[in-house]
Nanobody
């Protein structure tokens, strides 16, 4: 089983920044993909960003130019640096990890952008 521990969420003013992190632990052989999704109130969960084991990244259009995803393979941790936040970024953010034969989700962490 894979356990995911998310941190770094909270309340931030518009234009501010947050850095989310998600550490994976447990029993797995290799992490293939690490990523983030989010779900705003009344909306479906949507893709935000992902990073593949070779370092390739891709982003949702809403995240391009503002968010940066990175990973520390030694720590099995993925980060999401979020800048220039707006109220549209308010959501629960979920870490997503793909290992060989399994997809795992974090419990979610609240990000609220408000003045």
């Amino acid at each position: 089983q894979v356990q995911l521990a998310e941190s770094g969420g909270g309340l931030v003013q518009p234009g501010g920044s947050l850095n989310l992190s998600c550490a994976a632990s447990g029993s797995f052989s290799r992490i293939l993909i690490m990523g983030w999704f989010r779900q705003a109130p009344g909306k479906q969960r949507e893709f935000v960003a992902r990073i593949i084991s070779g370092g390739y990244t891709n982003y949702a259009d809403s995240a391009k130019g503002r968010f940066t995803i990175s990973r520390d393979n030694a720590k099995n941790t993925v980060y999401l640096q979020m800048n220039s936040l707006t109220s549209e970024d308010t959501a629960i953010y979920y870490c997503n990890i793909v290992t060989e034969g399994r997809v795992s989700w974090g419990q979610g962490i609240q990000v609220t952008v408000s003045s």
